[in-house]
């Protein structure tokens, strides 16, 4: 249920009472008997009756319900456990860092985060790599705790343990019932999408990334992670259309599996890891690449990898966000800025409307305590993102600390 400002209700209240309160302390001291107190106090009861049966009127007058058909699903950005992250679960307990979000996560129907580090029992890392991330089985409670349904793997960190540590990843992921996509033993699993059918919408959910560090880290006959090449992806789009359109294989499918339906009727949302850190502009060659993707049946896409936002750019009815930025993040460097959550708010694999969320990130010189920021200074930062998203030729409105963008 979406209310008008809280503030705007409760003076309307305060109105309300103090008006029905001078009409009775009219009325009752007008009417002088024996069995005065008496009729106060019935008096009383009628108005206490009568303002809470107008109050009932007033919020269903200044309230929308939502359409029960709406899927809202959460998207973040980057997740590691290390550095700032690490010291905070220390200092204050597992869950500190994610506690603000909590409230935030349940508005949702699904929440899907970007994984970026191996979860792994044992240090076995790659040690050609500059940064290896490791988080610890007991860092998927904040997971949990969450209620995080999907992980993209897809990025440059899922292989800094080897194909070791992507396997134990998997199983830790799996024994919380969180689901992945976007890598796997071989570059068929890697591809895999994620599906979910319910409310007559019909979601399939990938990942892919083109920074992973080494060839030998993207999937192929042997474990890694999916490679974003756009050539590719869309071949297996194409193949994938053509099966869900055949007719023949339509009878030898479970009745609610998504790959009964037409492609037409599947909203496709790509992961992608991808972009220069620390820039907040997309480069031309990611520009092309969604252009590429959005022709060929992707709806949204949702990228990371820069460790701050990007602008948000609408290509006919499909929406690319560069980059969200990070989320748990253990980062504490000079460049960090604020980050952002999206919540998709789709009809019957239709996409009604965006909302931009701006999440806490500047952690320079504070505990990683990760929160959405408050009115004005989430009003600040939508401000940047609506100018950086108005050079892509997209509209951002801005409203009681939350970004909108309409596609209806």
């Given at each position: ?273 991808w972009g220069v850190e620390y820039s907040p502009f997309p480069t031309l060659d990611q520009r092309k690449i969604a252009k590429t993707l959005a022709d060929n049946g992707v709806s949204v896409i949702i990228g990371h ?19 969200l930025g990070n989320l748990i993040f253990g980062s504490r460097n000079a460049y960090l800025n604020h980050n952002l959550i999206v919540i998709l708010h789709i009809k019957k694999s239709k996409l009604i409307k965006a ?54």
């Amino acid at each position: 249920m979406r209310f008008v400002p809280k503030d705007f209700r409760k003076s309307m209240r305060i109105l309300l009472h103090f008006q029905i309160l001078i009409a009775l302390s009219c009325a009752t001291s007008s009417e002088k008997t024996s069995s005065g107190e008496e009729r106060s106090n019935s008096a009383s009861s009628v108005v206490s009756e009568f303002v809470e049966q107008l109050e009932s009127k007033i919020e269903k007058l200044l309230t929308k319900e939502e359409d029960p058909e709406i899927v809202k699903v959460l998207l973040g950005g980057d997740v590691m456990f290390n550095w700032g992250i690490r010291d905070t679960i220390k200092a204050k307990g597992e869950l500190a860092p994610v506690k603000g979000l909590k409230e935030l996560f349940t508005t949702a129907d699904l929440r899907v985060l970007n994984l970026e580090t191996p979860v792994v029992s044992e240090k076995n890392w790659d040690i050609g790599k500059a940064y290896v991330f490791q988080a610890k089985e007991a860092d998927l409670e904040s997971m949990s705790f969450l209620g995080v349904d999907l992980v993209s793997l897809g990025n440059n960190h899922a292989m800094d343990h080897g194909p070791e540590g992507l396997e134990e990843t998997l199983k830790f992921l799996s024994d919380r019932k969180i689901s992945t996509i976007g890598a796997g033993k071989n570059l068929e699993s890697a591809f895999r999408p994620w599906t979910w059918d319910e409310k007559e919408t019909y979601l399939r959910i990938y990942s892919a990334t083109n920074v992973a560090e080494g060839r030998t880290h993207y999937a192929s006959m042997s474990p890694g992670v999916m490679p974003l090449d756009a050539d590719l992806l869309v071949k297996k789009f194409q193949a994938e259309n053509y099966i869900m359109n055949s007719a023949k294989n339509v009878p030898k499918l479970p009745k609610k599996n998504p790959k009964t339906l037409p492609s037409q009727n599947q909203f496709r949302i790509l992961s992608l890891h991808w972009g220069v850190e620390y820039s907040p502009f997309p480069t031309l060659d990611q520009r092309k690449i969604a252009k590429t993707l959005a022709d060929n049946g992707v709806s949204v896409i949702i990228g990371h990898h820069p460790h701050i936002p990007q602008g948000i750019e609408k290509i006919g009815k499909t929406l690319v966000f560069y980059s969200l930025g990070n989320l748990i993040f253990g980062s504490r460097n000079a460049y960090l800025n604020h980050n952002l959550i999206v919540i998709l708010h789709i009809k019957k694999s239709k996409l009604i409307k965006a909302e931009l969320v701006p999440i806490f990130g500047k952690f320079q010189n504070e505990d990683h305590l990760v929160r959405p920021l408050e009115k004005k200074e989430a009003e600040n930062f939508l401000q940047e993102i609506s100018v950086l998203s108005q050079d892509l030729g997209t509209k951002i409105r801005i409203e009681d600390g939350r970004g909108w963008i309409e596609l209806e």
